[in-house]
């Protein structure tokens, strides 16, 4: 068994949504890996920054871009609690990532529902501890409810 699998690195994305969680933004969170090294990570940040562009998938894919040096993210995985819009999934396919993992699918704007596309060499695989990501986001949204 390969200590660094994908739900190893997984579980780092949902710390990064417990992070978002603690700030009261939307709990995802994301982090990119290159050869068993987390090279960029995020969680959202569009209440914070007031900016409807700070996902998680576009913290982390900014953070490994910047390590990196460039703007491709070739040999890279991205893991994300919530299967990415079709915004982030527009910036997955130009980074040309070569593989996206996400926790819980996103049926009313995931990018599978609404249309959009990663690249065609992009691995995708959906539901890797799906019912971790599932439950802190139900738990997100119970908690604001409560609170209005």
Request: aromatic content about 10%; charged content about 20%; glycine content about 10%.
């Amino acid at each position: 068994m390969n200590l660094f699998d994908d739900h190893y690195f997984m579980k780092k994305a949902l710390q990064q949504a417990e992070t978002a969680f603690e700030i009261g933004e939307v709990p995802v969170g994301a982090v990119v890996v290159v050869n068993n090294r987390i090279i960029g990570s995020g969680h959202n940040l569009t209440e914070r920054l007031k900016d409807v562009t700070a996902h998680a998938e576009m913290q982390a894919i900014t953070a490994a871009s910047n390590f990196l040096g460039g703007k491709y993210l070739h040999g890279c995985t991205l893991y994300v609690t919530l299967e990415p819009c079709q915004m982030c999934a527009g910036a997955l396919y130009w980074s040309q990532i070569s593989k996206v993992v996400y926790g819980a699918a996103d049926l009313e704007r995931g990018f599978g529902v609404v249309g959009g596309n990663l690249h065609p060499k992009t691995e995708i695989f959906g539901g890797v501890m799906e019912n971790e990501a599932s439950e802190l986001l139900k738990r997100f949204f119970v908690q604001r409810r409560n609170l209005n």
